[in-house]
């Protein structure tokens, strides 16, 4: 309910907002987001093949120039954002990404985006995609969600957008959402699957020689410590140092 919240009270009021709910049984989703007479965002209740066809069914609904996608338990970091967002970056509506930084609730840390892609960092990284705003049109060209892919069909969305198709982009520094984490691609039962889905993906969208190089280079920052780090339940003021350490590379 929070989530939906955060939406409604957007200053700005030029967004439709649309609900996907996976056919639950009590439609306490669909009766909190319409108990306003002067709210009525778009509700769907149909059955999905996962949180990616979800995604791609709210799609056939959307008619916005720009998507973003929140999961349950995220929110808009205030009221303010899609105000910003729309003054400075979509009036000029030639970006295929817009993106910025995000707030992670369980560490307390605000994380931040890079303000430019590296091939390197594309290699190894992906972006919060509850802080993308993703040109609905040019999804549509490029592709939607694979969902074939059952972890990372918005790391292959972002990698289709800058890398196979070169769109051009823009880094706001704005902290757009407050993020939950512990989402489907971190459940441990979907580590296995992430790193399937990772080497196929660089393989798709990454020269032979770049791969060498960039595993060489990634060999070299302990990959493996800090995934065990991070997906930790201790170490919480480790977690914040690093995540800090990261956000002064990403500036």
């Known amino acids: 309910m929070e989530t939906i919240d955060s939406i409604r009270n957007q200053k700005f009021n030029n967004y439709e907002h649309i609900i996907k709910d996976a056919c639950s049984n009590d439609f306490s989703v669909m009766r909190y987001a319409q108990s306003t007479n002067d709210y009525y965002p778009i509700v769907i209740c149909k059955c999905d093949k996962g949180i990616y066809d979800a995604m791609n069914q709210a799609l056939d609904y959307a008619k916005g120039e720009y998507i973003l996608y929140l999961n349950a338990g995220d929110c808009f970091q205030d009221e303010n954002v899609l105000e910003k967002i729309s003054n400075k970056v979509l009036q000029k509506k030639d970006f295929g990404l817009i993106y910025g930084d995000y707030y992670s609730k369980p560490l307390s840390v605000f994380v931040k985006s890079p303000k430019r ?53 823009h880094y706001e ?79």
């Open 117 to 169: 892609f590296i091939r390197f960092y594309l290699y190894h990284n992906t972006l919060c995609h509850q802080s993308c705003f993703i040109s609905r049109k040019l999804i549509e060209k490029v592709g939607r969600f694979d969902i074939s892919l059952k972890v990372l069909a918005d790391y292959d969305l972002l990698l289709r957008l800058v890398i196979a198709n070169d769109y051009s982009y």
């Open 173 to 251: 520094e704005l902290t757009v959402s407050s993020c939950m984490g512990g989402g489907f691609s971190s459940q441990p039962k979907n580590v296995h699957i992430a790193l399937k889905e990772a080497v196929a993906l660089r393989k798709r969208y990454f020269k032979k020689k770049e791969r060498y190089l960039y595993f060489l280079l990634r060999a070299m920052t302990f990959p493996s410590l800090r995934i065990k780090l991070m997906r930790s339940t201790r170490f919480i003021i480790l977690k914040r140092a690093y995540i800090k350490a990261v956000n002064i590379l990403n500036s």
